[in-house]
């Protein structure tokens, strides 16, 4: 790589992505020791990763034909943003669970998880490109899920024996919040839709 050929990404946020993915029993204490802001967390992590799927998805609705190219649009626009702020709503609620788990309260360890631990399913989202494929990122997030326990314990320094229950209900809120999502943005999307259709 020289000055005249950047990389496209931060290799920062490949190395973190595929440290989180292949090693994370090596990578959570990594990422609980270092120093960070929340606002860092979304703007160069959270923000580029979370727009795959949006991005993808509109490639592959227009490739296959599927409705109007508006309402995917606004869809895709739409979850994207509910999508972070879904992530930020669930760091804000593990924050608040840690103490009746035995953890530690510290909200900037709280966004680090909710963050990171869903790079797999944001990853994921290139599957959108192929609709028929985009239920492979169900199995992602079951990862992303398995990646929020083991990281319970190096971030929030969760006992051994409460890190499954604060995991599941961790779980439980993160399906809720990501179903709102799912649901309102294509609620949003759905009048464009239907004049597309329409006008075509």
């Known amino acids: 790589m020289t000055m005249e050929n950047p ?80 992530v930020y709503l669930l760091g804000i609620i593990i924050d608040g669970l840690a103490s009746s788990f035995g953890a530690e309260q510290n909200m900037l360890q709280s966004m680090k998880l909710a963050v990171y631990a869903m790079t797999p399913y944001w990853l994921a989202g290139v599957f959108n490109l192929i609709p028929v494929l985009a239920f492979l990122g169900f199995f992602a997030a079951l990862y992303g899920f398995y990646l929020l326990y083991l990281g319970l314990g190096p971030v929030k320094k969760a006992p051994e024996d409460k890190a499954v229950l604060y995991t599941i209900v961790a ?14 943005g294509w609620l949003v999307a759905l009048p464009f839709m239907a004049f597309g259709a329409f006008i075509s």
């Open 7 to 86: 990389s496209a990404l931060d290799p920062k946020l490949v190395d973190r992505a595929k440290g989180i993915i292949l090693r994370p029993k090596l990578e959570w204490p990594v990422i609980a020791a270092e120093t960070a802001t929340v606002k860092g967390l979304f703007t160069r992590y959270a923000m580029i990763l979370a727009a795959i799927g949006p991005v993808c998805g509109l490639v592959g609705a227009a490739l296959f034909n599927m409705g109007g190219i508006v309402g995917v649009l606004v869809a895709s626009a739409v979850t994207y943003v509910l999508s972070l702020i879904a």
């Open 171 to 184: 779980i439980l809120v993160s399906f809720v919040l990501n179903v709102i999502v799912s649901v309102f």
